[in-house]
């Protein structure tokens, strides 16, 4: 489960914009989260994700901010990246 340090690092690096190694993926589109399904929601209503990195099932996927803080393992290298607009 990600901390709230962790959570706290995704909204100032979103809010910022700016580049921390190791910290920060940038891409064009984010895409839906990959676990809200997993977690009873139906695809379509997915939230956008906002953090892609290795969740607690093990697998590697793109979060949404509930889902982060429910199934993210944290940030860092080989742990997750703060999705950022390129
Ligand atoms: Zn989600």
């Known amino acids: 489960m990600a901390t709230t340090a962790?959570?706290?690092q995704v909204d100032e690096l979103r809010t910022g914009g700016v580049e921390v190694r190791g910290l920060a993926f940038f891409d064009t589109d984010f895409g839906k989260c990959d676990v809200?399904?997993?977690?009873g929601v139906r695809?379509?209503?997915a939230m956008d994700a906002v953090?892609?990195?290795?969740?607690v099932f093990g697998?590697?996927?793109r979060m949404c901010p509930g889902?982060?803080?429910e199934a993210g393992v944290g940030l860092g290298v080989?742990?997750?990246q703060v999705l950022l607009r390129s």
């Open 51 to 55: 953090v892609e990195g290795k969740t």
């Open 6 to 8: 962790d959570i706290t």
């Open 78 to 80: 080989g742990r997750g």
């Open 67 to 69: 889902c982060f803080r």
């Open 43 to 45: 695809p379509e209503a």
């Open 59 to 61: 697998v590697w996927g």
């Open 36 to 39: 809200c399904p997993a977690r």
